[in-house]
């Protein structure tokens, strides 16, 4: 057994994020373990570009309300107890709401032939407004 001590928080990179946000590592890569989990909180409005994982996606929502879209168009409104599964290869974005704080235990697994995660550009205001918009008066 090994006792980590808490990893600090990093400030999400713009080239991967629209607004403010923080993550935290759980588990990164030590060998032998394939999963990389995390804890990231976001502010209102902030969200993730579009990405996808090679082998897939879980998040469960720890505290707030936030969004998950995809690209047809689907967007669901998540709370603290939520889970979300992205398959594998799924273009797919996730943040707060505008009006709210969220935070998620974001966990996906190590692909040795591909990149965990395929960054994107970023959601657009006009796409997150409107989803934010359409899961408010849901």
């Not at 290869?89 to 995660?117: K, L, S």
């Amino acid at each position: 057994m090994e006792l980590k001590p808490v990893a600090p928080a990093a400030k999400g990179h713009e080239s991967r994020f629209v607004g403010e946000m923080y993550s935290t590592a759980i588990s990164g890569r030590d060998e032998p373990s394939p999963l990389i989990a995390g804890v990231v909180r976001f502010m209102p409005g902030a969200r993730t570009n579009w990405h996808s994982h090679a082998l897939g996606q879980t998040l469960y929502v720890t505290e707030g309300v936030g969004l998950v879209g995809t690209r047809d168009g689907e967007v669901v409104r998540v709370r603290a107890g939520d889970t979300v599964y992205a398959p594998p290869g799924e273009e797919h974005w996730h943040g707060a709401t505008a009006g709210q704080v969220m935070c998620h235990v974001a966990m996906v697994v190590r692909d040795a032939d591909a990149p965990d995660t395929t960054w994107l550009e970023p959601v657009s205001e006009e796409v997150y407004r409107a989803a934010d918009e359409a899961v408010a008066s849901a």
